[in-house]
């Protein structure tokens, strides 16, 4: 495809093979447009769980602050690390991994410059690893906790083996917490403004969304699973759902990015976060 040439939008059958393939150079090409448009939101060490701004340092949803001293966390489909670089700043031992080379080395960039949180004594830099989601290079029970913000999930076929792959690597009772694209987004137009209020399709079309060039190659790829799809892929993967937060888009964030929007965030709900505990 002519790198000036727009790809084709459709809805379409996508195998987990050429999703992986599609996303993993999607976020290669552009990753450093992504964190010149929303590394200023997403910041260098802060973790944020999606547009709507919702901080770990206030949400907790991993559990208190204060507890995660020590611990083994992974992060999955990490970016460049902001959230592993703020877990490390709490005294955690955190691991960022991702499927995009250029994203992983935006976390190194990021570490150069600004080497002061994970360089301080008795602060851990976070380790970085290029891996797929759904085949984890980790001995079972490596981790503590697990994380994931707007990570790996949506951009799979089969999210139960990336789910079950989480698992194998937690301990017994260890904690998964992830968000994704609340799925009645789906019905919505991508839109910020006043089109993107009227619904446009099913809720319950489960065809991927698929970016492709003009030989039918797909180049990016999105998945849709409904509510109720997210909790049987929880169960199934051997979690027990403790929670699921739809944050409120709050009054003092103005920025649209993408289809999200102050409009929009105050109507219907932009974010799901499932809050996990493996089962023992």
Known sequence: MNQ???????????????SSRANRGWWDR??????????AFL??????????????????????????KDRRILEIGAGAAQCSRWLAAQGARPVALDLSHRQLQH????????????????????????????????RDGSFDLA?????????????????REVRRVLQPGGRFVFSVTHPIRWA???????????VAGSYFDRTPYVEQDGTGRAVYVEHHRTLGDRVRDVVAAGFRLLDLVEPEWPEWNTQEWGGWSPLRGQLIPGTAIFVCEAEA
């Open 43 to 68: 910041g260098d060490d802060r973790f944020v769980w999606g547009p709507e701004g919702l901080d770990e340092a206030e949400a907790a949803l991993l559990g208190p602050v204060a507890e995660l």
């Open 4 to 18: 000036d040439q727009e790809p084709e939008a459709t809805r379409r059958d996508a195998s987990d093979t050429e």
């Open 188 to 198: 919505f137009p991508d839109e910020p403004g006043p089109e993107g209020l009227s």
């Open 107 to 138: 976390a190194l960039r990021i570490a150069d410059a600004a080497p002061g949180t994970p360089g301080t004594p008795g602060v851990t830099a976070p380790e970085l690893v290029e891996a797929d989601a759904g085949a984890l290079p980790f």
């Open 147 to 163: 994380c994931s913000a707007y990570g790996a999930l949506p951009f799979v076929a089969d999210p139960v083996q990336v789910l």
């Open 30 to 39: 552009n990753a450093d447009e992504y964190q010149s448009e929303h590394g």
